[in-house]
């Protein structure tokens, strides 16, 4: 079994940074694709980025250029730092983990296990 534990998110202006945790309890987490989605209001959730054990990454095209996907294998941790937000980036995201070693698609078919969330709000 996999916990995730997200922190980090918080209310930001435009233009500002943040930089989104997600702990990982388990086995096997440096052979774990790991990734984050998120959720707008009344919005479906939706892909934001992946990263494979070997530390490739995939992006959604909003994400790229501006939020980075990384990890601390000897920390369990996943990393999400997102730069220069904009007011619709406000959303929960959520941290995923897979029994893969890679995310094979940018939906979350790959996902098995889910983190609770964190809020991130960009105001205008």
């Known amino acids: 079994q996999v916990q995730l534990v997200e922190s980090g998110g918080g209310l930001v202006q435009a233009g500002g940074s943040l930089r989104l945790s997600c702990a990982a309890s388990?086995?096997?987490?440096?052979?774990?694709?790991m990734g984050w989605f998120r959720q707008a209001p009344g919005k479906e959730r939706e892909f934001v980025a992946a990263i494979s054990w070997s530390g490739g990454s995939t992006y959604a095209d909003f994400a790229k250029g501006r939020l980075t996907i990384s990890r601390d294998n000897a920390k369990n941790t996943v990393y999400l730092q997102m730069n220069s937000l904009k007011p619709e980036d406000t959303a929960v995201y959520y941290c995923?983990?897979?029994?893969?070693?890679?995310?094979?698609?940018?939906?979350?078919?790959?996902?098995?296990?889910w983190g609770q969330g964190t809020q991130v709000t960009v105001s205008s």
């Open positions: 388990g086995r096997a987490f440096s052979s774990r694709a």
């Open positions: 995923a983990a897979s029994s893969r070693a890679s995310a094979l698609t940018t939906n979350d078919a790959w996902v098995n296990y």
